[in-house]
């Protein structure tokens, strides 16, 4: 009986340390993405560079799961989602015109750091790769 106590115990303890690791890792990310705004320094839609069309804006990600998109027009409004396990970044902009509208989808992460995310989805068949940068 002993020996299942402290096995249960155990159990707990390391549970308890995985989520505790797990949220420390989704603040951290929250922090270094809602502290300033990104621009799109490279977006490509299999072997085409659609880059310039995001030039006019910039990205505010906010810690209740919205995004704006910024630029001299309408903000753009939309949500943003993070899954630390799956390096995974889904955002939806539910009323954007392109090339807003483009971000919709489920980004897997592929390289990062603190100021900069590179990013790809494929959709209908087209692999697009997008860079993000902090400002």
Not at 15 to 31: A, D, P, R, W
Not at 78 to 95: E, H, K, L, Q, Y
């Amino acid at each position: 009986m002993k020996r299942f106590i402290i096995m249960a115990i155990v159990t707990l303890t390391v549970v308890s340390c995985k989520k505790t690791v797990e949220k420390i890792q989704e603040n951290y990310m929250l922090n270094l993405m809602t502290k300033g705004q990104w621009v799109v320094t490279k977006f490509e839609e299999g072997s085409t560079d659609v880059t310039t069309d995001f030039a006019a804006y910039s990205f505010q990600f906010y810690e209740n799961g919205t995004v704006s998109g910024l630029s001299a027009g309408p903000e753009n409004k939309g949500t943003w989602v993070a899954d630390i396990a799956n390096r995974s970044i889904t955002a939806n902009f539910p009323n954007a015109d392109v090339p807003i509208q483009k971000l919709n989808a489920n980004w897997k992460i592929i390289d990062s750091s603190t100021d900069e995310v590179k990013a790809t989805t494929t959709i209908n068949n087209i692999l697009k790769t997008l860079w993000l940068r902090k400002k």
